[in-house]
Nanobody, 126 residues
Framework: QVQLLESGGDSVQPGESLRLSCAASGITASIVVVGWFRQVSGKEREGVAAIYTGGRLTYYSESVKGRFAVSQGNDKNTFYLQMNDLKPEDTALYYC???????????????????WGQGTQVTVSS
């Protein structure tokens, strides 16, 4: 059973940076996609970044492109979302999600992911 555990959420001021981590266990497939999503109460979950294991393919939503970067750690089972130049509109509960096998592109649709973490809160305010 795949399990995901996010960490790194915090309260920061506009313009600051945060790095979220997602520790994955139980992965058995050779092709895995890890996505980062965020959700504000009352709104749909938004896909902001995704990466295929091996790090060769990454995807970003227009709202974060150029500011966020997704990566895979050297241990292969930890995934990161580096968030720079944070804005108040980035405030949300951030989730990492994982699915085994290739999915549609861009891989930013929540219903294509099978496993989810519990979420970590990011708050950006002055």
């Amino acid at each position: 059973q795949v399990q995901l555990l996010e960490s790194g959420g915090d309260s920061v001021q506009p313009g600051e940076s945060l790095r979220l981590s997602c520790a994955a266990s139980g992965i058995t497939a050779s092709i895995v996609v890890v996505g980062w999503f965020r959700q504000v109460s009352g709104k749909e979950r938004e896909g902001v970044a995704a990466i295929y294991t091996g790090g060769r393919l990454t995807y970003y939503s227009e709202s974060v492109k150029g500011r966020f970067a997704v990566s895979q750690g050297n241990d292969k089972n930890t995934f990161y979302l580096q968030m720079n130049d944070l804005k108040p509109e980035d405030t949300a509960l951030y989730y990492c999600a994982l699915t085994q096998g290739a999915i549609g592109e861009p891989p930013l649709k929540a219903d294509e992911y099978m496993y989810w973490g519990q979420g970590t809160q990011v708050t950006v305010s002055s």
